[in-house]
């Protein structure tokens, strides 16, 4: 409306400027008032491009905005999805970790209860009877003087074991054990009257032995030189009889050539040059394996290796000798010696003992225990 009122001025305007002679006064006027018009026009137009353009901004900016919530929307659907999942894998994991933790604990509740009968049988054993454990060092001392006499033959060893195992058993102050005590006593009574045999002097005489083998002479039996025939080589001076001189002649050459001497039974056999070194030496090696029969008992072994030396040294070397009638003399002395011992089969103290452990130590490990409480039952684990 205000643009058409102005044109119906701009009208009468016009008309009354044809009618009249202008003005330069009403011509400024109309200039003037034409200016606020152009003006007006010019805002309303910017004004509209203005709201086109914000209209047009509004809506891309409504476009990207519903872009991204339809983006954000599709990725917390994911993430949603994701998380259900590991939520799932997750109670899985601890459901398992719940059933090993449970199966754990019930194997644990089981070594407990195993753990806590130990320590009531122990603290029945030291609490109650505390002095059994003595008679178990007693047990095991007599056994252990067996295994010295019987297997190394050590009198003395064996008597001082059986000794302590009669001092464990005084330091129980029981009568009970009077028996056990006495079959002790009786067994030391017993080892204390075995003869000894004194293994390292037996030793050391037979390294005595070995040191005075390169002092013995061998024997010389070559003093006989005569030749095993002794006919008369005497040569005929007839010529018929030519060929017995040839004969006789041939059997001089042979006898100065070759000698056959006639030998007896109890004559000692030749030995090469240098042939003694290797009798010596194999001498020095049987009476080796004599000493070293010694701790291990085997007299048979011993008797045969100073047999064998015996033998070579009356076969081939001098016995009319001093050195090698001494040589001879102490190796008798050595062979007539025993290196075994009569020592006592059994000990009487073993069986007594060993029937003791049976009653007082095995059978009281064996029961129960009997304050013991039971194990609490494992609570539920709920899921």
């Known amino acids: 409306m205000t643009e058409q009122q102005n044109s119906s001025a701009v009208v009468d305007e016009t008309r009354e400027a044809v009618e009249i002679t202008p003005q330069p006064e009403k011509a400024e006027k109309k200039g003037k008032n034409n200016t606020p018009l152009v003006l007006s026009v010019v805002a309303i137009a910017i004004a509209l491009a203005s709201g086109v353009g914000l209209y047009s901004w509004g809506k891309q900016q409504a476009s990207r905005q519903n872009a991204s919530n339809d983006a954000l929307v599709s990725q917390l659907t994911a993430l949603q999805k994701a998380q259900e999942s590991q939520k799932t894998e997750l109670e899985g994991i601890i459901k398992q970790q719940a059933s090993q933790l449970d199966e754990s604990k019930r194997q644990q509740d089981a070594l407990t209860k195993e753990l806590d009968e130990v320590q009531q049988k122990v603290a029945t054993i030291s609490g109650s009877d505390a002095k059994t454990w003595l008679l178990a060092q007693s047990d095991f001392l007599v056994k252990l003087a067996g295994r010295k006499l019987w297997s190394d033959q050590d009198v003395t060893t064996a008597a001082a074991l059986l000794k302590s195992a009669d001092a464990s058993l005084a330091d129980m102050n029981d009568p009970s054990l009077i028996t056990a005590r006495r079959a002790i006593t009786d067994d030391v009574a017993s080892l204390s009257a075995v003869s000894q045999v004194d293994y390292d002097g037996i030793i050391l005489k037979l390294n005595q032995l070995s040191n005075q083998i390169d002092n013995l002479s061998l024997a010389d039996n070559n003093d006989d030189d005569s030749p095993m025939d002794s006919d008369s080589d005497e040569l005929s001076s007839s010529l018929s009889e030519w060929r017995v001189n040839l004969k006789k002649s041939w059997q001089n050459f042979m006898d100065n050539f070759i000698t056959v001497r006639r030998r007896d039974e109890t004559a000692v056999p030749l030995l090469a040059p240098n042939q003694d070194i290797y009798l010596r030496e194999n001498i020095r090696s049987r009476l080796l394996v004599a000493a070293q029969a010694v701790p291990r008992h085997q007299d048979e072994t ?74 609490p039952a494992a609570a539920p684990q709920g899921e």
């Open 302 to 375: 011993y008797k045969q290796a100073l047999d064998n030396v015996s033998t070579w040294v009356r076969a081939y070397f001098d016995t009319n000798d001093a050195t090698t009638k001494g040589f001879l003399d102490e190796l008798e002395a050595l062979s007539q010696q025993s290196i075994t011992m009569d020592v006592p089969e059994t000990l009487q103290s073993q069986p007594i003992l060993e029937k003791l452990m049976q009653t007082r130590v095995r059978n009281l490990l064996a029961q129960p225990a009997a304050n013991a409480e039971p194990a």
